[in-house]
């Protein structure tokens, strides 16, 4: 049976939960069966020939998955957003609240993994300018995901962490303790907001029933509760070049002189 899953921001399973049970049923409207899957190794299930819809990093599409669909993207009320695009805070503890970037050369750093855009690809690309000879931190952590890297923050293990901002809404929404002691210290540019994907063997009918069914979750006034508390605002279908620019980052900070943090 194809499957779906929004795995990128279950913050608060409840509502994501309810997301997928909501599409669930607005596909099955449209003819379309599936099952929610909640994948533990994200890659292999993004690469699964039965995936009908979840949601993957703006890096792993254009450097891991040149054979997906992209079907949208979802656009995000959380601060930091604008439109199609999101952020990620520059985050630290709270003694170092006056700090600016530079003042972290030489210092730790952590990021959830170095195929994230928002907490490596984007970090690396604000700290090019600023390195010497391909170095800025002394060491980065990878942790695992953001809120391990937000944890390793508030534990001293590490200093400075690119936080997504939705993470970073829907946590001070749902687990402000998560977020006591840490400061935003400073952000990122904007860059593409998280695609939507399925299958190269989804076919050119099914893809139309999917993006029907995300336009309907996303304006449907029986849906807007759940939308809020998903901080989600809309749905739209980009040009897949529309990713371009993530991979313009990392070329960018290789031109400095910086392939890795």
Known sequence: MPIISLPMYDIHHPTTLGLTSALTTLLTQRGLQAEVEWPIALLPHWRDDKLLLSQTCGYPLVALLPDVQLVGAFQSSAQGCEGLRYRSWLVARKEDENLTLSDYRGRRAVCNSD???????????????????????????????????????????????????????????????????LEIIGETPLCAALPLITSLKTDAETLAHLRSALSELTTSKKYQQLLAQSLISGFSVPERAFYDEVQAWEDQAAEQGVTAL
């Open 115 to 181: 195929d994230s855009h928002s907490g490596y690809n984007s970090l690396r690309y604000v700290i090019a300018p600023l390195a010497s000879a391909g170095n800025f931190f002394s060491e980065t952590l990878l942790s695992g995901s953001h809120r391990q890297s937000l944890a390793a923050l508030r534990e001293q293990r590490a200093d400075i962490a690119a936080i997504d901002c939705i993470t970073w809404a829907l946590l001070r929404a749902h687990y402000p303790e998560e977020l006591s002691g």
